[in-house]
């Protein structure tokens, strides 16, 4: 069965104090892994997509890597605003379906 | 561009009713999906399309239907709501392959 899991699910970290998100996945016919942010009573927001093991990408704070299994999204000195939750979702199968994980809420303390 | 857009944003339902929610998309998009998210379950998808006229089923799609009579819009419905469809709704599109473009979301409540 497709699966996709994201942790921890909580994650409260100091501003400025790096640390890194997992998103572990079991589904056949990977076609892209995709990086959201969620802040509370929005939609997901877009942040990164990754193809192919060994690739990586930055935006800003944030850099999203890629295995044949997991993914990791660090966090290097974060700052209160990036206090939200991420989301990370596989897009699988012959439908093309997208497969969400339940999430990493963080919190940055000022 | 608006982007995706949903309407309504709140609505508060009795047992049995019936309602529609609109997602619109300008972005020209072929695939247009919607979502439930509920507390420790994630985004769960409901229905898909892939183009004007086709709908598919997705992971939760009982008690549910939808539409997609026009390329920019999704219609979900729900024929008789339950307690158990409280949630918030999601409609999202994107094209072949690639990143999904949300909407801000409805939040519904079955009473």
């Known amino acids: 069965e497709d699966q996709v899991t994201q942790s921890p699910e909580a994650l409260r970290l100091q501003e400025g104090e790096s640390s890194s998100l997992n998103c572990s996945y079991t589904?056949?016919?990977?076609?892209?892994l995709f990086w959201y942010r969620q802040d509370p009573g929005k939609g997901p927001e877009f942040l990164f997509t990754?193809?192919?093991a060994g690739e990586e990408k930055e935006k800003e704070r944030l850099k999203a890597t890629l295995t044949k299994k997991e993914s990791f999204l660090h966090i290097t000195a974060p700052k209160p605003e990036d206090s939200a939750t991420y989301l990370c979702a596989v897009q699988a199968g012959a439908g093309n379906q997208f497969y969400f994980g339940t999430g990493t809420s963080l919190t940055v303390i000022p | 561009n608006a982007g995706v857009t949903q309407t309504p944003k709140f609505r508060v339902l009795k047992t049995g009713q019936s309602m529609t929610l609109l997602c619109a998309q300008d972005?020209?998009?072929?695939?247009m999906y919607w979502y439930r998210q509920d507390p420790g379950m994630g985004l769960r998808l409901i229905h898909y399309s892939v183009g004007e006229g086709t709908t598919a089923k997705g992971e939760v799609p009982d008690g549910y239907n939808v539409s997609r009579l026009k390329k920019q819009n999704f219609l979900l419905g729900l024929e008789s709501a339950a307690p158990s469809q409280t949630s918030v709704y999601f409609c999202a599109s994107s094209y072949l392959t690639g990143e999904q473009f949300f909407g801000p979301g409805t939040r519904l409540t079955v009473l």
């Open positions: 589904v056949s016919g990977l076609r892209g």
């Open positions: 990754l193809y192919s």
């Open positions: 972005m020209n998009h072929e695939y």
